[in-house]
C-alpha cells in the first residue's frame, strides 16, 4: 500500500535504565523480518545508539557494505537535551 520495499518500525520509550530503542527493518512484502536490534542506554547516549541502528539498517540493505566513520560533528552529549523528546 505504501509502495515500499521495507519498513523501519521502532520504538523508544523511557526505561529504568535511561531508554529503551527497539528497531525492526520489515520486508514490506511479506512481513520478514531482515533486522532487529534493542538497546537499553542511558539518555545521553542516543547519538551513539542513532549511528549504530544506521548502520545496522545500511548493513541489512546492502550485506557487505563498508560504513565510514561519521565525519559530522556536533551535537551534545548533555541529556537534558534529549530529554524533551522522550
Same mark, same amino acid.
Given at each position: 500500500?505504501? &509502495?515500499?520495499?521495507?519498513?523501519?518500525?521502532? #520504538?523508544?520509550?523511557?526505561?529504568?535504565?535511561?531508554?529503551?530503542?527497539?528497531?525492526?527493518? !520489515?520486508?514490506?512484502? %511479506?512481513?520478514?523480518?531482515?533486522?532487529?536490534?534493542?538497546?537499553?542506554?542511558?539518555?545521553?547516549?542516543?547519538?551513539?545508539?542513532?549511528? #549504530? !541502528? &544506521? %548502520?545496522?539498517?545500511?548493513?541489512?540493505?546492502?550485506?557487505?557494505?563498508?560504513?565510514?566513520?561519521?565525519?559530522?560533528?556536533? &551535537?551534545?552529549? %548533555?541529556? #537534558?537535551?534529549?530529554?524533551?523528546?522522550?
Amino acid at each position: 500500500r505504501l &509502495g515500499v520495499a521495507t519498513a523501519l518500525e521502532t #520504538e523508544v520509550r523511557r526505561s529504568a535504565r535511561g531508554v529503551h530503542v527497539a528497531v525492526r527493518l !520489515v520486508d514490506a512484502r %511479506d512481513g520478514t523480518v531482515r533486522w532487529r536490534a534493542t538497546h537499553e542506554r542511558p539518555v545521553a547516549a542516543l547519538p551513539a545508539v542513532a549511528r #549504530e !541502528v &544506521g %548502520d545496522g539498517v545500511a548493513r541489512s540493505l546492502r550485506p557487505g557494505v563498508s560504513i565510514p566513520a561519521p565525519t559530522v560533528t556536533g &551535537g551534545t552529549a %548533555d541529556a #537534558e537535551a534529549y530529554e524533551a523528546y522522550l
